[in-house]
């Protein structure tokens, strides 16, 4: 993979999480990691289609993505993840890939498209990109921790 295929992702990250109510998004740092991706928390999950192929995963701990929906919810306490918290993650997972979709297109890259999220949650889950090697970015949006699994060829 690409390194350079981030870079529309992370744009997309930069300029989305602002709009839905976050003060601050720092990337802390990118690694290649393995496509089997371990987890405690929720991954927001989707895919992209067309002359890119491959997965998108959001991941966060349970009280980073309790932490991220009261943002987005104006405050609002968000004591479980249930079907509106969960609603509102893939929510948020829509509007960055669609936006990194946007800015692929800037580039060059058109016809790309994206399935509906999916959330998982897990206290010991696996997920396992449909490539050899993914790149993990990190970030802290408002001191929340919150990864981005990116396996696209």
């Not at 981030?6 to 496509?35: H, T, Y």
């Not at 991941?59 to 104006?74: F, I, L």
């Not at 990190?138 to 919150?146: G, L, Q």
Request: proline share 4%; glycine share 8%.
């Amino acid at each position: 993979m690409d390194v350079k295929i981030i870079n529309p992702i992370l744009a997309a990250f930069s300029e989305i999480l602002p709009q839905i109510g976050f003060c601050s998004v720092r990337k802390k740092g990118v690694s290649l990691v393995e496509s089997c991706v371990a987890y405690e928390g929720v991954l927001v999950n989707i895919a992209l289609l067309g002359s890119i192929k491959g997965v998108v995963l959001i991941g966060m701990s349970m009280d980073s993505a309790k932490q991220v929906v009261s943002k987005m919810m104006m405050g609002m306490e968000v004591p479980t993840l249930d079907s509106l918290a969960q609603s509102a993650l893939s929510e948020m997972g829509n509007m960055v890939v669609a936006n990194s979709c946007m800015q692929f297109n800037k580039i060059g890259i058109e016809g790309l498209d994206i399935s509906p999220p999916t959330v998982l949650i897990s206290e010991s889950g696996t997920a396992t990109l449909p490539v050899k090697k993914a790149i993990k970015l990190s970030f802290s949006v408002d001191d929340i921790d919150v990864n981005v699994y990116v396996g696209l060829e």
